[in-house]
């Protein structure tokens, strides 16, 4: 069956960088886009991007442009969402999503990023 | 691009429930919704507007016009109170509206 399974939780400090991981299992990895979703505690999702695992090409929200980058590994079909220069209200749980047409039919558990001085 | 859902909706069990989601020619895009209980991952729950992903009860239907999509539960049980999300596309962007928490009393 279909797994995304997500790296763990993470503490940073503001201005510093966090990288979650998404390894992803009982599918063709490399035929589905990867997107990122994050919610803040009590919040609605927000969409930060997609990539798309066979060739790399990546599309980014405009209000992470800049901050936000998206890679893979095809070779341990894991994706990769890195955000850097954190602060307070970057706060969230942090999930991948394979990505069918438009639709998210499957999702990891989450990572919590925790940002605080 | 904005997507815009009612914050919460009621209904008694047995009941049907409707949660809307309003966008501009929203109809001209396909909706999919996601339903979320507390401390847990979004599930697709209908995807193109209509469809039903194996596994999500008959009860949940979906439809999409003009500039209103509607996610409707019928015979509503205890088991589907939760946040429900919409979400489409518009420009290469994905879109989630704000979320409606859908309560079973």
């Known amino acids: 069956q279909v797994q995304l399974v997500q790296s763990g939780a993470e503490v940073k400090k503001p201005g510093a960088s966090v990288k979650v991981s998404c390894k992803a299992s009982g599918y063709t990895f490399t035929s589905y886009d990867i997107n990122w979703v994050r919610q803040a505690t009590g919040q609605g999702l927000e969409w930060m991007g997609w990539?798309?695992?066979?060739?790399?090409?990546?599309g980014y929200a405009q209000k992470f442009q800049g901050r936000v980058t998206m890679t893979r590994n095809t070779s341990i079909t894991t994706a990769y969402m890195e955000l850097s220069s954190l602060r307070s209200e970057d706060t969230a749980v942090y999930y991948c999503?394979?990505?069918?047409?438009?639709?998210?039919?499957?999702w990891g558990q989450g990572t919590l990023v925790t940002v605080s001085s | 691009y904005e997507l815009t859902q009612p914050p919460s909706v009621s209904v008694s069990p047995g009941q049907a429930a409707s949660i809307t989601c309003s966008g501009d020619?929203?109809?001209?895009?396909?909706a999919s919704w996601y339903q979320q209980k507390p401390g847990q991952s979004p599930v697709l729950v209908i995807y193109?507007?209509?469809k039903r992903p194996s596994g999500i009860p008959e009860r949940f239907s979906g439809s999409n016009s003009a500039n209103t999509a509607t996610l409707t539960i019928s015979g509503t049980q205890a088991m589907d109170e939760a946040d429900y999300y919409c979400q489409a596309w518009d420009s290469s962007t994905a879109v989630f509206g704000g979320g409606t928490k859908l309560t079973v009393l």
């Open positions: 990539m798309n695992p066979n060739s790399g090409n990546t």
């Open positions: 020619k929203l109809g001209d895009r396909y």
């Open positions: 193109q507007d209509s």
């Open positions: 999503a394979k990505s069918s047409s438009g639709y998210y039919t499957n």
